[in-house]
Every structure is written in C-alpha cells, then in structure tokens.
C-alpha cells in the first residue's frame, strides 16, 4: 500500500525555513526518497532516507520515522531559487528500485 | 556525470498513431524506468526493466509496451495513440550497486491530437 500524502502548496519567506510534510503507508516500505523539480525541468535527487532520524546535507535535511510512516523535508535559508516543487517518493522492491511518487509540493518563495 | 537522453523534447501525434519515445543513458545503469507526469497526479511509473529484455509493469502500463534489447536503451511503445495519452513522459535510470538515486531524462511532452 502506497498512498503518499503531501500539501499540494506552499509558500515561504526569502530567508526563512519551511518544512514539507509527507505521510505514507508503511506496507512494503524500502525507503523514502526527496526530489526536487523545477517547472519544465526533470526531477533531481535531494535526499533517502531508510533508518529513523534525520539526515542533513547543507541547507536541506530529510527526516524520516518509520513506525508512524512520516518524513519531511526542511529547508533553511530560503533561497528564491528554491522555488519548486518536491516530490517525496517510496521505494519498494529490492534495493528500493521502484518509486511511487506523491503528487509533490509546490513551494512558492517570496521576497 | 550521469546522462540519461530522450530522443524528443516534444512531439505532436495523431490518435491511431504508434508512437516510439527513446531514453539512453551512457552509465551502465541495469534500471530502466518510464513515467508519465500530469497535473494533479504526479509521477506514475508505467514500466521498467531490471535488465536487457526484461521487463515489469508498473503502475499505469495499459496502452503501452517497452522494448530493452541494449543495456544503455529502453523504448517506450504506444501501439495505438489516443488523446488521454497527452502527458509529459520521463525516463530514469539506477546502478544496481546499492545506490537507489534515480536520475532522470529531461522528459518528452506528447500531444495526442
């Protein structure tokens, strides 16, 4: 069971910090995966997590709690290039090669 | 650099048409994967492949088939285009070493007319 859950929009301060929440059913679980995608360009990864906590890399950090099927994405120091949308995936099947993707979260930055 | 190409950025069909999208990538990758992307309902994986001539259905594979005769190639096949088929198409690839970063194509938009 796959049903992932995130808001469809939001928007943000220049210089703030935002957090991007995602939920998932947890069946099946092999992963939960971060992509960032600006509008009429392709997908690229931000982050995976598959153990419980949280994982950091520069600005954006992904947090992941396995027992209640949540993760989220925050973001510091909002840049206006951060602008997009971003999509929380779950992998399943070995090596977590297959993804199912929510419907993403367009995230507006604004001055 | 990972590079994973398609062979259109955009491509205008007519319903009834056979339609080929092409996605290469130059890594050695052994997965293959092809999504369609709409508004409102996000990434919707189609097919993918594990391997040359293997394959297994996603999501979403009415209407379509993919062919994988090389290791750096995989196709997708609309036998018979039709309108609700108008959609942004992605491909992606993965190492099968452990790393699941999936990365992508930079999408071919179809217009079935």
């Given at each position: 069971g796959q049903?992932?859950?995130?808001p469809?929009e939001m928007?943000?301060?220049?210089?703030?910090?935002?957090?991007?929440?995602c939920t998932y059913?947890?069946s099946?679980?092999?992963g939960?995966?971060?992509?960032?995608?600006?509008a009429?360009?392709a997908?690229?990864f931000?982050s995976?997590?598959?153990l419980?906590?949280?994982?950091?890399k520069?600005?954006?950090?992904?947090f992941l709690?396995?027992?209640k099927?949540?993760?989220y994405?925050?973001l510091?120091?909002l840049?206006m290039k951060?602008?997009?949308?971003?999509?929380c995936?779950e992998?399943?099947?070995?090596g977590?090669?297959?993804l199912?993707?929510?419907?993403?979260?367009?995230l507006?930055?604004?001055? | 650099?990972?590079?994973?190409t398609?062979?259109?950025?955009y491509l205008v069909?007519?319903?009834?048409?056979?339609v080929?999208?092409?996605?290469?990538?130059?890594m050695d990758h052994?997965?293959?994967?092809?999504?369609r992307?709409?508004?409102g309902?996000?990434?919707?994986?189609?097919?993918f492949s594990y391997?040359?001539k293997?394959?297994?259905?996603?999501d979403i594979?009415?209407?379509?088939?993919?062919?994988?005769?090389?290791?750096?190639r995989?196709?997708?096949?609309?036998?018979s285009?039709?309108?609700?088929q108008?959609s942004m198409?992605?491909?992606?690839?993965t190492?099968?070493?452990?790393?699941?970063?999936?990365f992508?194509?930079?999408g071919?938009?179809?217009?079935?007319?």
């Amino acid at each position: 069971g796959q049903n992932i859950d995130q808001p469809t929009e939001m928007t943000a301060t220049e210089g703030a910090i935002v957090q991007i929440n995602c939920t998932y059913q947890t069946s099946g679980f092999n992963g939960l995966f971060w992509y960032q995608q600006h509008a009429g360009e392709a997908p690229t990864f931000l982050s995976y997590n598959v153990l419980d906590g949280l994982e950091e890399k520069g600005r954006f950090s992904s947090f992941l709690s396995r027992s209640k099927g949540y993760s989220y994405l925050l973001l510091k120091e909002l840049q206006m290039k951060d602008s997009a949308s971003y999509l929380c995936a779950e992998g399943s099947g070995a090596g977590s090669y297959q993804l199912t993707f929510g419907k993403g979260t367009k995230l507006s930055v604004i001055p | 650099d990972v590079k994973v190409t398609q062979s259109s950025r955009y491509l205008v069909k007519r319903t009834g048409e056979k339609v080929f999208l092409e996605c290469v990538q130059d890594m050695d990758h052994e997965n293959m994967f092809w999504y369609r992307q709409d508004p409102g309902l996000g990434l919707r994986l189609i097919y993918f492949s594990y391997d040359v001539k293997m394959k297994e259905k996603g999501d979403i594979p009415e209407g379509y088939s993919v062919s994988r005769e090389k290791k750096e190639r995989f196709s997708l096949i609309l036998e018979s285009a039709s309108t609700n088929q108008t959609s942004m198409y992605l491909c992606a690839s993965t190492k099968d070493d452990g790393d699941p970063e999936q990365f992508f194509g930079p999408g071919t938009r179809l217009t079935v007319l």
